[in-house]
T-cell receptor, first 116, second 115 residues
Framework: AQTVTQSQPEMSVQEAETVTLSCTYDTSESDYYLFWYKQPPSRQMILVIRQEAYKQQNATENRFSVNFQKAAKSFSLKISDSQLGDAAMYFCAYRFIMNRDDKIIFGKGTRLHILP | EPEVTQTPSHQVTQMGQEVILRCVPISNHLYFYWYRQILGQKVEFLVSFYNNEISEKSEIFDDQFSVERPDGSNFTLKIRSTKLEDSAMYFC?????????????FGSGTRLTVV
């Protein structure tokens, strides 16, 4: 069974600094998708960044980038130049699609605090 | 940018009552999902829906739950007889699986409180 593990329940970072959130996953599949979602206090789920497993190049979206290590099954999120608006719960997620089997599996989340 | 719309944003219901949570997925999406997040816990898969039938459901999705797409635009989740432990945030999502967009688009959620 696929699992997603986020080992850091909470993290804090000074405003304008860089922070890395960790995520590991377990799967026997070779083709899948990985995501980071942000959940602010409003509790909406906002897609931050996604990575296709067949792509070797790490995804980047402005201040957000990932370090995807397929062999190690690791998918960390780096936030550069942290801003107060980045404070939220961050969920790492895995998606595998095979015919009718299609769902996202989430980790337990990391709560990120931004210190002014 | 297209959105998934959920109504109501917050619903309070008495234990044992039926509730219907409504979702309007993105218009050209064909795959629909419901997820649940109990306060302080992780987001859990409930059910996926395609071509007017359930594709997959989790063990949480028991006989008390049902989904349907009654009119080609709305996608609803019904809980027949609510229990206290059904209190949670319920998220609808849709996906097109096309064009490299393999992420879901989530709605903003319905907070269900069972009293």
């Amino acid at each position: 069974a696929q699992t997603v593990t986020q080992s850091q329940p909470e993290m804090s970072v000074q405003e304008a600094e860089t922070v890395t959130l960790s995520c590991t996953y377990d799967t026997s599949e070779s083709d899948y998708y990985l995501f980071w979602y942000k959940q602010p206090p409003s509790r909406q789920m906002i897609l931050v960044i996604r990575q296709e497993a067949y792509k070797q190049q790490n995804a980047t979206e402005n201040r957000f980038s990932v370090n995807f290590q397929k062999a190690a099954k690791s998918f960390s999120l780096k936030i550069s130049d942290s801003q107060l608006g980045d404070a939220a719960m961050y969920f790492c997620a895995y998606r595998f699609i095979m015919n009718r089997d299609d769902k996202i599996i989430f980790g337990k989340g990391t709560r990120l605090h931004i210190l002014p | 940018e297209p959105e998934v719309t959920q109504t109501p944003s917050h619903q309070v219901t008495q234990m044992g009552q039926e509730v219907i949570l409504r979702c309007v997925p993105i218009s050209n999406h064909l795959y629909f999902y419901w997820y649940r997040q109990i306060l302080g816990q992780k987001v859990e898969f409930l059910v996926s829906f395609y071509n007017n039938e359930i594709s997959e459901k989790s063990e949480i999705f028991d006989d008390q739950f049902s989904v349907e797409r009654p009119d080609g635009s709305n996608f609803t989740l019904k809980i027949r007889s609510t229990k206290l432990e059904d209190s949670a945030m319920y998220f609808c999502a849709s996906s097109d699986r096309q064009g490299g967009n393999y992420g879901y688009t989530f709605g903003s959620g319905t907070r269900l409180t069972v009293v």
